[in-house]
């Protein structure tokens, strides 16, 4: 996509049915092709984005009042997805030998970057929801943990 300088997903539907887009921006998908991490980049993108139509439904049950959230929730809000979201993309790429535990530095000070401030307490997490898939058979069972390690959403 040439539009943006960002990465998007969007998705329509409900679960079982539902359809996942990924709009993969030109510009970052150059960089990584300059910097020799392509496939890191297209891996992380693709999953960080089809997992929004995951996690943001979750995210969603915390705020029943849905788009009346006052700008402090809404920055919180954001700041908790994109923590899991860059938690959980490092740990599938760490998963297949995309990225190791050199990256681990680079990739955590860059998700602090792009408003993911507890990527890397949240990656810590994760090993224990693999660990227990018998008491946590998705995400979302497992999802209240991950929220539990953000914190509380402000009033």
């Known amino acids: 996509m040439n539009l943006l300088k960002t990465s998007m997903g969007v998705w329509n539907g409900d679960h079982p049915n539902r359809q996942v887009y990924c709009f993969c921006s030109r510009h970052w998908l150059k ?9 890191t980049n297209f891996y992380h993108t ?3 984005e089809f997992l929004h139509s995951v996690i943001n439904p979750l995210s969603d049950q915390l705020f029943p009042g849905g788009i009346t959230i006052t700008e402090e929730q809404s920055t919180w ?6 923590s899991i979201l860059w938690a959980i993309t490092h740990r599938l ?23 993911a401030p507890q990527a890397e307490e949240i990656y810590a997490l994760l090993p ?8 946590y058979s998705s995400i979302a ?6 929220q539990a390690e953000f914190g509380n959403p402000p009033d």
């Open 77 to 82: 809000y954001c700041a908790l997805n994109e």
């Open 93 to 115: 790429c760490h998963q297949l030998g995309i990225t190791s535990d050199q990256d681990n530095g680079w990739y955590f000070n860059n998700a602090r970057r792009n408003k």
């Open 46 to 48: 693709v999953w960080h």
């Open 31 to 39: 960089v990584g092709q300059n910097n020799n991490c392509l496939k």
């Open 141 to 146: 069972d497992f999802y209240p943990v991950l």
């Open 128 to 135: 224990q929801y693999e660990a227990d898939r018998q008491i």
